[in-house]
């Protein structure tokens, strides 16, 4: 029997209960559990497994840097960028801040977490990820103050144009390249359809069926000719 813990503050507690989700069906696959505890101070998550499977332990490694690269800078830039956008255009922006170092980024955190029995996410991340959050002072000092919704546009066209990645929406879900829904947005607060698809830097947004109100308005503005409607 192994067994490895995941833990983090409990005001931050939507981060393990997202850990538990996501890590749900490599868990059952395996044989392995799950259990949430939620203490006075702190959420654990408590995985059990009849034999080590480093299938899981590469999955929860990969999910708790999905947690910081998205959850934990999430936070930091919506705390330190001071631009002229409403708190909507804000969130996409961070969104779009997150995808455009996403790859490197959470590369870089798996490497700096290592293989251990126990995990403390805001652990990780004050002691061992100080030279990341220098790299995000710097990207978050480099948006000027008045940067507005034009500039939005604009940053997200260009990311957009530089991004060869696919992915489908069919309704108000977002799938990746390999069919399986994207629910990452959760860590921002909330599931969140605009911000779902920014988070996975899509160069091509493929619309199956009918789109909801609203969200083709978004799809027109920042993905223009990149939105395939059938």
Same mark, same amino acid.
């Given at each position: 029997m192994e067994q490895i813990t995941v833990s983090e503050r409990k005001d931050r507690s939507l981060?393990?209960?997202?850990?538990?989700?996501?890590?749900?069906?490599?868990?059952?696959?395996s044989g392995g559990s799950g259990e949430l505890l939620f203490g006075e101070e702190r959420a654990v998550?408590?995985?059990?497994l009849q034999e080590p499977?480093?299938?899981?332990?590469? /999955?929860? &490694?990969?999910? +708790? /840097?999905? &947690?910081?690269? +998205?959850?934990?800078?999430y936070e930091f830039l919506r705390d330190r960028l001071n631009v002229c956008l409403g708190k909507r255009e804000k969130k996409l922006l961070c969104a779009a801040?997150?995808?455009?170092?996403?790859?490197?980024d959470t590369n870089y955190i798996c490497r700096k977490i290592g293989k251990k029995s126990e995990y403390t996410v805001d652990g990780i991340f004050h002691f061992r990820l100080t030279a990341l959050q220098e790299k995000w002072e710097k990207i978050a000092s480099y948006v000027p103050d008045g940067f507005g919704t034009g500039d939005l546009k604009k940053f997200c066209e260009f990311l957009v144009g530089e991004s060869r990645n696919k992915?489908?929406?069919?309704?108000n879900t977002v799938f990746g390249e390999n069919f399986i829904p994207l629910k990452r947005s959760r860590l921002t607060g909330e599931e969140d359809t605009e911000t779902e698809i920014m988070l996975s830097d899509a160069g091509f947004v493929y619309c199956?069926?009918?789109v909801e109100e609203g969200i083709d308005d978004f799809l027109q503005k920042y993905y223009a000719e990149r939105a395939i409607f059938s």
């Open positions: 981060y393990i209960t997202y850990l538990y989700n996501v890590l749900s069906e490599v868990l059952l696959s998550l408590i995985v059990r499977c480093d299938a899981v332990r590469k /999955a929860i &490694v990969e999910k +708790i /840097a999905e &947690v910081i690269g +998205i959850g934990y800078k801040l997150i995808a455009a170092d996403y790859d490197s992915i489908y929406l069919k309704g199956l069926g009918e």
